[in-house]
Every structure is written in structure tokens, then in C-alpha cells.
């Protein structure tokens, strides 16, 4: 509270102008029908975020943010949406806990409360940053080139590790099995073809009909029927 | 020249030794993968998990290197202090070596059952393993987040791996999507104490708590609040546990045991560390809310495991009573609870292995023989293999004279020093509750016929099961319907491993100064 009221004027008003942009942005993601509409709006937040990191003088950041975000990442998830078919609907009939949506909200908005209660609103409470003032005189990539290769070393160069993991996860998950229950032998289909005879017991379900996991963000060749039995997302997808 | 001076990097000596345990198994991993394209010809399955168990067993022997390194010269850290090499991370280093051996020569067999090619079960089982060890060692907020995914984003996809079953796709599914969930929730929590004490840095962090008396933290409490759910949702803890049973279900049997044990020594080391080490000065704020997942968790996990049919489940549930134990050693906040933590953990990791070792076994071909009635009579069938059993899940049970005895004494005796009394009560009463489905276990793979209940049947069980068919069945091993129970096919490899958690379970519970000793000496560095 006090930051934002020692700030300048077209600070603050930068600053309410992002972060609204912000959070209209994120509520469109969650609330918009169509997915592509879902995953214009992240741009549309993220493009908010990006805003605010200028506001805090880093420039480097808020350019990546762009152009890895809003550029890479979300037209990377345009591709996953159009791969599995833009014109689906959703119906959402089978929700097994009906009563867990207002409990949920409840529930955050008591958390938020008791945060607010326990911050008795001065939020700020801590020691100045290290890894770069604000308003020094190196430039913004200087500053995150010096933390990447000085305090966060060692946690810089283990995300390897990461990137052969996901290389790795990626193969094996896309392949498919040799030895199907359907007996499908058929090893160079398309990743996101609709699976016809991998089929088990639900395979009564009329034509052109499946479950699938909208929005999971993983496009795996063989998740195409999952059959969810829990409460995680309990999603009938018609198909086209 | 000022831009000269800007742009010189001093970066940080580089302790090698320190980090070999993660290096091996990051290189063997990779050395690994690329090995099976180098020939023509198919390499056999055998081949990459000799190979793992080799790459794990060096990674032990290099933490034992450590190990005696550390008791000659003392802890330190190194790569600008965002690693902490002490006796409570080099425990976990040997664990998790331990681990990785085990569940090489056990998932060698069913690779081999279910004529799943190639090294990539053993390559992702290493990386996790070294996220896992990077985890216990990380002395800085930031690794710890980038080990929590090298150790998580593996035991996703190997809950994924048995493509031929769609129960495993559902589980990976599922534990990814709440998974990403609750890493996100823990990179904000560690931006809010970033925010709060100007550090990522466990002993900044910890030296900044010491030296300012903090009058407006709710930033702090909110990061804090944060963090533990990250936490406990890599550990099963009770509000964050949805995902545990049908996961554990869904999975590959020894990626489920794999899982098990890897994500509990992770998820409770880095969760040990901050808690008790990094916010020690705090304590009296997350003591109450730890008190209250202790206690959820130990209930929980003990009632709902006693209605579970598949034994899968069952020890889903188990696994969160133990979550639920381990979290009373450090709701306990001494150092002694500490010690009984890293011990219980230490010796549930062993068993757990040995436990969904068996399970891999009874589960057959196809891994679906899961339910409860694929067990009964097994020990008129296979006495060996049923004994072993008995043995790990009376470990779990907590019966004296084998490990899991020790390990619940430790964290009751810890609670109780503590003055939580409530604490030391419950828990012992979900180990009572918890020792009826084990028990029940037991009884059914030798056709005890228990005293009580309304079963009236021969080999009824009186205790509550779902679903439960109205069986005429005798206890000698006749075919229930349905249930396809032929020879348990017990191959060398797993028995050996099943042979050797059998071992310590009853060798280091009959004479627990080895391990006891190890594990005490797992002090922080500060």
C-alpha cells in the first residue's frame, strides 16, 4: 500500500490500467467457451504482465515475456486446439460433486480474507531484492546474465535435465504401443488421430461420440478415449 | 572500462564432489539413452537395467564418498551456497540411491512381463531420482523448485507409461494436470517470501528471520501458507491428497512403488529443510497448521484404506496415514522429531519398494490382478512370497521388532516430548485403525478365519469391504470367480529385491543401532 501510494500518479495509474488488464484477461481464459477465445485472452494477460515488468524497469523481461509467451507458448496451444478440433462443444452434465463449486469459493474466500486479516493492509515487509536494484547502472540482461551465471548457477544449468525429460516424456508418451488390446500395429498415425481400436469396454458408445480430456494441454496420441472415472474432468466432447 | 567491469562475471567455484551423486545419474541417464543406438542389433531389456542399477550404485558409492567427507572436514556449501552438503541431504542422497537400485531390478521384470522395450522406464527413473537428490541437497528456494520438477515430470509420465491400459493414461493425466497445479502454487508462494525477505537463499532467508523482528507478515504467513501446499501435495498430505488413489491405482505396479518411495524422500526432505531449518523462527505460525494436516492425514488415510478393495488403493491410503506419521515428527518441531522423520521416511521408502514388489508379482501379466481376492490362500500357494509380504506389511503395521515399529515409536516419543499430547494419541489410533486393513491382508493370504463379525462364511472377513461377493470360498486356494489366480511367477531379480527390503525391515528392527546412528547424524548445516 504505501509503495503504491509513495509511486507517481501514471505509475499508479499504469499499474491499475495492467493489472486490470490483467485479470480481465485471465477470468476471459477461464470463462470464455470457445478455446481459441480462451487462449487469446492469456495473450491478452500476458501482454498485462509484460506491462507491469516495464513498470518495474525490466525491459529484457517484459521483451521475453512476448515474445516467448505471447509468441511461442500460446500459438503453440492454438496448434494442440486446432489439432483436436476447434468446433467440439463442451457439456458440462456430469458434474459429480455438484456442491464443490460454491464450497470452493467460499473456502478461497475465506483464505483470502484471513490473509488480508493477518496483513492488516501493509503488505510489504521484507529486505531489498539482491540480484539487481532497481535503477543501477548495468543494464537489465547484464543484471540476469550475472544472477544466471553467479547465484543461480547450478539452478540454470540442472534445467537441462528438464529439457532431456521432457524429450524423453515426449517419445514415450506419442508412441504407440506395440502390442494394443485391439491389436493395432499401426506405428506412424498422426498424434492426435481419434483412436478406433484401442477400444475396451467403451466402446459401446455410439458413433463419433467420445470422452476425451479437453484442455489438459498434453496432446498424446493414445489419450484420445481415456475413460475419467474420477472427479477431475468428467468432459463428454461430440465430435464433429 | 566501467562497461568492462559491469560485464566481468565472477562465477562461483564449482565443488564437483559435492554434486557427483546427480551428476552420475544425470550422465548415466543420458549415456544410457543414447547406448541402444549405437548397435544394430535389439539390446535386451536386462542390459539397461543392469545398467541403471550400476549407474544408481555409483551414485552411492559417491555419496558415501561424501558422506566421509563430511564427517572428516563438517558440512558446507557450494555453487555460490545454492547447495548445502550435510548430514541430513547426504541421508537422502543414499536413500534415494537405495531406491533407484531396488526399483531398477524390480521394474527389469515386469518391463520384461509386459514386453515394454527400450531404456526409457530406466532413463526417466534416474533423471527423477536425481531431482530427488537435488531436492534434499538444494540449499536455495529457486533449485529446489527446478528439482521439484526433474523428480515430478519423470514419475508423470512413468504413471503413463503402460499405454495398453487406459487406467494409466487416466493417472498420468491426472497427476500432471493437479501436479502443474501445485508447482504453481509453490513458485508463488516462493515469490511471496521472495517478496517478504529479499532472498531465495535458505540461510539468507533464515539469517534475515534472526536478525528482524517482522511486525506486518502476511506476506510471509501467505508465501509460507503457499509453499506447504506444494509440499503436501508431492507427499499426499490430506487436503492435497485427491490425486494419490487413483494414481497409485492407474499407474505401472513398480512405477507406483517407485513413485511412492522417491516422491516421499523428495517432497519430505525439501519440506524438512525449509520448514524446520529455514523458518525455525516461525515456527509457532505453522506449528497449529501442521498440527491440523497431521492430524487430518493420519485419520484419513487409516478409515478410508479399511473400505478399499484393490490393494492398490489400499496402500494409497496407507501411504497417507504415513505421510501423516512423518508429519508428526516435524509438527513436533525438535530436533528430535526431525531425526524420527528422516527415519521414517528412511525405512518406509524400503518397504513400500518391497511391498508394490509383490504386488508387481501378484498382479500377473496384463497388471490388472489386483483385488483383494487375488491374495487369498497365497500362502498355502507360495508360502515364501507370502511370508515376505506378511513380513513388509506388518513393517508398515508398525509391529515391534521390525523397522516401522521404531519409526512410529520415534515420532510418537518426539510428539510427546513436545507436549502434544492430542497428537501422540491420534496417531497412535490410526495406526490401530490402519493395522485392521494390513492385518485383514494377512489373515486372507493365510485363511485365518477371523473370530469375529457376521460373515458367517468360511474365509468371509468381517471387516468392511465394498462390492464384497458372496463367497462360499475356502481359504485353500480355490478359484474365486473371476479373479485369475494361477502360479505367482517370481523371478530372480525381484526376489532378490523383495529379499534384501525384507532384510532391513527385520534385520535394522531387531538391531537398530546401524541405521538409527546413520539417520542421527543427519543435522542441518545450520
Known sequence: ?240 | MKLLAVLTIVTPHVNYVAILPELILIGGALLLLVSGQLVFAKIPTAFYSIGSGAIAAAALVASLVIWHDVQARGPFTTIADSVAVDGFAIVFLVLVSCILILASAIANDFLVREGIDGPEYHVLALLAGSGAMLMAAANDLILIFVALEIMSIPLYILAGMDSRRRESGEAAIKYFVLGAFSSAIFVYGIALVYGATGSTNLPQIASYLNTNIITSNGVLLAGLGLLLVGFGFKVSAVPFHMWTPDVYQGAPTPATGFMTALAKAGGFAALLRVFFSTFGVLRTDWQPLLWAIAIVTLLLGAILGLVQRDVKRMLAYSSINHAGFILVGLAAATSQGISGSVYYVFVYAILVLGSFAVITLVGGKGDENHDLDAYRGLGRRQPVLAFAFALLLLGQTGIPLTTGFLAKLYVITAAVRAHSYALAVIAMLSAAIAAAFYLRLVFLMYGVKLPVGSGGDEGALSLPVTGEPDDGLDPTGSVPTGVNIGRVVVPVPTAVAIFVTVAVTVVFGIWPGPLVDFVHAAHFLF
Open chain 1, 1 to 240: 500500500m504505501t509503495h503504491v501510494l509513495a509511486a507517481t500518479i501514471p505509475d499508479a495509474i499504469t499499474f491499475v490500467m495492467a493489472a486490470a488488464i490483467c485479470v480481465v484477461g485471465a477470468l476471459g481464459v477461464v470463462l470464455a467457451r470457445n478455446p481459441v477465445h480462451s487462449a487469446l485472452m492469456l495473450v491478452m494477460t500476458l501482454f498485462g504482465v509484460a506491462v507491469l515488468f516495464v513498470e518495474e524497469d525490466a525491459q529484457f523481461l517484459a521483451a521475453v515475456q512476448v515474445i516467448v509467451y505471447a509468441g511461442a507458448i500460446v500459438v503453440l496451444f492454438l496448434f494442440v486446439i486446432m489439432l483436436l478440433g476447434v468446433d467440439q462443444k463442451e457439456v458440462f452434465q456430469r458434474d459429480p460433486l455438484p456442491a464443490q463449486r460454491p464450497v470452493a469459493i467460499a473456502l478461497g474466500i475465506l483464505g483470502l480474507v484471513e490473509v488480508l486479516v493477518l496483513a492488516r493492509g501493509r503488505w510489504p515487509s521484507g529486505a531489498r531484492s539482491v540480484s539487481g536494484a532497481i535503477g543501477s547502472p548495468a543494464s537489465n540482461v547484464s543484471l540476469i546474465g550475472r544472477s544466471i551465471f553467479t547465484t543461480y548457477l547450478l539452478a540454470f544449468e540442472v534445467t537441462s535435465a528438464l529439457l532431456a525429460v521432457a524429450v524423453v516424456g515426449a517419445v514415450v508418451l506419442a508412441r504407440r504401443p506395440r502390442h494394443s488390446v485391439g491389436g493395432n500395429e499401426d506405428s506412424t498415425g498422426p498424434v492426435a488421430e481419434p483412436d478406433d481400436d484401442l477400444g475396451g469396454p467403451d466402446d459401446t458408445e455410439p458413433e463419433g461420440v467420445e470422452e476425451t480430456i479437453v484442455g489438459s494441454g498434453t496432446p498424446r496420441g493414445e489419450s484420445g478415449d481415456i475413460k475419467t472415472s474420477g472427479s477431475l474432468a468428467d468432459v463428454e466432447v461430440t465430435g464433429p
